[in-house]
């Protein structure tokens, strides 16, 4: 599985192949985008592409992720001229193993009366993976900003002033760009890091919304041809120099309710989301949260994602916006 990464030095940016334990810089394609745009055109597999162009200098990957060289991360997937063009977006309650934290997290302390996450999540069960040529029901959708809110391996991801919490949600997202007749094209996936608010969402489902609304992370790699069958990782928290928390985790359809064509049809079915050039960048949903065992992100907490094949974990550390809350005031302009 060919997998590739975006890096920049500040005055440039470049695509590398990743070739263990080297990147090798891409010639012919500025970023993963352009890439994309030559295998919409020539009809040649941006895998085959990145082998082909994967000529340049070689660059060291360890010093890359580990921050120390003049070289750093970029998302591997962005708008390079317009961010706000790449839409940011996610797909809740599609995993097996989700549904309990999800539930205790709308917990109405009624045993018999059920929550709609978990009524969604039945729902899941039932129509979630229909017949070819048949649709299914739709799964749970979220909006999560623009290209403007991608983080890269290595960001910090910041918990704002206003906000009540931060909780990582480790998963894997598909990667599009629409092409010239609108029509989605799926380059890859990658490792995500999908950033909530998880207090703020459990006082009512109805903030579900503005609790999306955060800085997320993926990468550090896209995976160009990815098995999406089922597919094992891990996610954990360190505090101080010391693992706080792990969870062993699987995504990939043998995992998940929804079918990946029932997902991906539910997303672009909307005539918005099929703009020619745009990328999009959506999350499948999470097995399993450190939020659900009782675990309260600190300021400083490290967060580490991996799924085999998807290449090196994505960690990103935790920030708090200490400053506090004031009144938003708008300017009249009439």
Avoid at 60 to 66: L, M, P, S, T
Avoid at 299 to 319: T, Y
């Amino acid at each position: 599985m060919a997998r590739i990464v975006q890096i920049t030095n500040g005055t440039e940016r470049r695509v590398a192949l990743v070739d263990e334990p080297r990147l090798r810089l891409l010639e012919g394609a500025e970023s993963t985008h352009a890439l994309a745009a030559i295998a919409m055109d020539t009809g040649t597999a941006a895998s085959t592409l990145a082998e082909q162009f994967a000529t340049g200098p070689a660059v060291d990957y360890d010093e890359v992720y580990a921050g120390r060289a003049s070289w750093r991360m970029l998302p591997p997937i962005d708008h390079p001229d317009e961010p706000a063009r790449c839409l940011v977006s996610g797909t809740g309650l599609t995993h097996l193993g989700s549904a309990k934290d999800r539930d205790a997290m709308h917990d109405v302390q009624q045993s018999e009366t059920l929550t709609d996450s978990l009524r969604m999540f039945r729902d899941g069960l039932a129509g979630g993976r229909p017949a070819s040529g048949a649709i299914g029901v739709a799964p749970e959708w979220f909006y999560k900003g623009c290209g403007t809110m991608l983080r890269a391996h290595g960001e910090p991801l910041v918990v704002p002033r206003f906000a009540e919490d931060g909780g990582e949600e480790g998963e894997i997202a598909g990667v599009y760009v629409i092409d010239p007749d609108g029509a989605p094209c799926r380059i890859g996936m990658v490792t995500g890091n999908e950033f909530s608010d998880h207090l703020y969402e459990r006082r009512n489902y109805l903030h579900l919304a503005g609790s999306k609304l955060r800085t997320s992370a993926i990468g550090p790699e896209l995976v160009l041809m990815p098995r999406f069958d089922s597919v094992p990782g891990e996610v954990w928290i360190e505090r101080g120099g010391h693992r706080l928390w792990h969870r062993a985790v699987a995504s990939g359809e043998g995992e998940m309710s929804h079918s990946l064509g029932n997902i991906e049809h539910h997303h672009f079915k909307f005539d918005a989301h099929r703009r020619p050039g745009d990328v999009h960048v959506h999350f499948f949903g999470a097995h399993s949260l450190s939020f659900g065992a009782g675990v309260a992100l600190l300021d400083g907490d490290i967060m580490s994602v991996r799924f085999d094949g998807f290449g090196r974990a994505l960690r990103n550390i935790v920030r708090v916006d200490q400053t506090v809350d004031h009144p938003i005031s708008v300017r009249a302009l009439g």
